[in-house]
């Protein structure tokens, strides 16, 4: 839980939830407020003109993120190309019109209409809710243009600088300069949020959830240390030294970190990325082992009708090619329900993220699944690249026996399941005779462990990839693959964390995946720790009451050059 806490006078330490790995140090620069709506009202003018303005402020600012999502690539693209659609919703120019011809000015409409829209996203949970704060920024850009005000947007202190914001929108996090922006931290957010996978993209140390980032003010100087989730402000000069010292040693360390992921007892660990929309090749061009995630939902959603066979085919076979000689597992199609597909209608549904998604999505069209593991598998022949495929939201043994026979009579030799449901991990042993390797996807795991929604920003504690309950689920996994003799794979956010990572591999994973800039870091922390180090750090942390003691027990008893790090 965020808090504030005095050091010396004038000096005070901030926490929150650790978010991506680093330290900085360096002066605040705040974002701007949003635009507000003036407080009185004007006079409507005519209403089908008032609704044309509005409209066209929402097509300009999808213009806008187009241009900008042009420009990228990976994750970054894929966000900005997502929220673009966003803005040209017809249903959110419905409500916007609807609005403005009762009466209301453009600006007024959009406001109401996206708050109205917003309210939607959050009660159906999900992935639709993380949706919500791309809709807020949205609304913000669009009443800039209406009333003429600055466009929101990132600060230009002049200077390398600490960004502190109520939280960030997806199309300022992608904008970031990590030789300008110095650390990032933020109000609200979790440790899975848009934000967050973005800041660890571009490697900039993160601490989210900071109840009382308020309380920084504008030129002070603050050390943010991304590992421990602090801030302190006005650290005086032996703490501004610890710091950039650490910071230095990073880079250096980090440089010079290279090659196949390794123990110190020379016990190999897989360090795979995680990829989604994007060129391939300059994936590829990472020192990987290759891909321990390719997410395929960029084929899918935002369409009226399913991708055919041959247009996956094609997409596969740009990637399988680009990682040639590498391991790339695929997952097959992660949607339904909070992942609306136009082409499947799951009905209407309480609790979206307990209803039909991942795998489940093959009860209702089995043809989706199947077309896709013939691309899949058409495109492994063609260049004959060792592929993996795995399902995700698997929940019992019989459903990853039958994705196994669909996978492999399709012609897929390797077949794995994604591990995101207690269930599935409490019965990991039955599990792992039905398949060749599973893969362990934190993020979901967390959700349902602690019953708190991921996209929830008000309890990021309970989402920390530390948290007891979620290591001893993981070590569940890990100790029926060993049993079996199986691969055991962790792709969430918490494989991106070196001193998570060593406790990892000590509950039993045989490779990690993750973004490319967090490489390095954990192949430099494994390098110095042995596979029985390992286990007794993960031993440490299962025997934690919380996700802060296990944090800090492991913090305490690792390598200190890790820490140090």
Not at 153 to 164: I, N, S, T
Request: proline share 8%; with cysteine; hydrophobic share 45%.
């Amino acid at each position: 839980m965020a808090q504030t806490e005095p050091l010396t006078p004038g000096t005070f330490r901030l926490t929150g939830v650790p978010a991506a790995p680093g330290a900085a140090v360096g002066p605040v620069a705040r974002m701007a407020p949003p635009p507000r709506l003036p407080d009185t009202r004007p006079a409507a003018g005519d209403p089908d003109a008032e609704a044309a303005a509005a409209r066209e402020a929402l097509d300009l600012v999808a213009r806008r993120l187009d241009e900008q999502a042009a420009g990228l690539e990976g994750d970054a693209a894929a966000v900005l190309g997502a929220q673009a659609l966003m803005a040209r919703d017809p249903e959110l120019a419905r409500q916007v019109g609807e609005r403005a011809r009762a009466g209301e000015p453009a600006a007024w409409a959009v406001h109401a209409a996206c708050g109205a829209y917003q309210e939607l996203l959050l009660a159906a949970g999900g992935y639709l809710a993380e949706r919500a704060a791309d809709l807020a920024d949205i609304r913000d850009r669009a009443l800039a243009v209406l009333l003429d005000l600055p466009m929101p947007g990132l600060p230009d202190p002049g200077v390398p600088h600490v960004l502190v914001a109520e939280d960030l929108a997806p199309a300022d996090t992608v904008r970031l300069d990590p030789s300008r922006v110095l650390a990032i931290v933020t109000r609200q957010g979790g440790p899975t949020s848009h934000t967050v996978i973005l800041a660890r993209g571009l490697g900039i140390p993160a601490v989210v959830g900071c109840a009382t980032a308020g309380s920084l003010q504008e030129g002070v100087e603050v050390a943010v240390d991304g590992d421990a989730g602090t801030v302190v402000a006005e650290p005086g000069a032996e703490e501004s030294e610890r710091i950039r010292g650490r910071a230095e040693r990073r880079q250096a360390l980090l440089a010079s970190s290279t090659g196949p992921g390794r123990t110190a007892d020379g016990e190999p660990v897989q360090l795979l990325l995680n990829i989604g929309e994007g060129d391939p090749g300059a994936a590829a061009v990472h020192d990987s082992e290759g891909v321990g995630l390719m997410r395929t939902e960029f084929l899918f959603l935002d369409r009226a009708q399913p991708p055919t066979v041959a247009e996956q085919t094609s997409a596969y076979t740009r990637l399988f090619t680009a990682f040639q000689g590498r391991t790339v597992t695929v997952r097959t199609l992660d949607a339904g329900s909070d992942k609306p597909l136009a082409f499947v209608d799951t009905g209407s549904e309480d609790n979206p993220a307990l209803g039909v998604r991942g795998y489940r999505t093959a009860r209702e069209r089995p043809g989706l699944l199947t077309d896709q593991l013939k691309a899949i598998a058409a495109a492994a022949r063609e260049t004959g690249a060792r592929v993996r495929v795995m399902a995700p939201m698997v929940s019992t043994p019989d459903e990853a026996a039958g994705f196994a026979e669909l996978a492999r009579a399709a012609g897929l030799e390797e077949v794995g399941v994604m591990v995101e449901v207690p269930g599935a991990a409490l019965l990991a042993d039955h599990l792992m005779r039905r398949v060749d390797f599973v893969s362990i996807g934190t993020n979901d795991l967390a959700q349902y462990t602690m019953a708190t929604d991921r996209t929830l920003g008000t309890l990021p504690d309970l989402l920390d990839p530390w948290q007891p309950a979620l290591l001893s689920l993981v070590g569940t996994v890990g100790a029926a693959g060993l049993h079996h003799g199986r691969p055991v794979g962790v792709c969430g956010e918490a494989a991106a964390d070196p001193l998570l990572a060593l406790v990892l591999v000590g509950l039993g994973a045989t490779s990690l995946s993750m973004a490319a800039p967090a490489l390095p870091a954990v192949r430099h922390a494994l390098a110095r720790h042995t596979r029985d180090e390992c286990a007794r750090l993960a031993g440490l942390a299962l025997a934690a009451p919380g996700a802060a003691a296990a944090r800090k027990a492991v913090r305490d008893a690792a390598d200190p050059e890790i820490v140090r790090l």
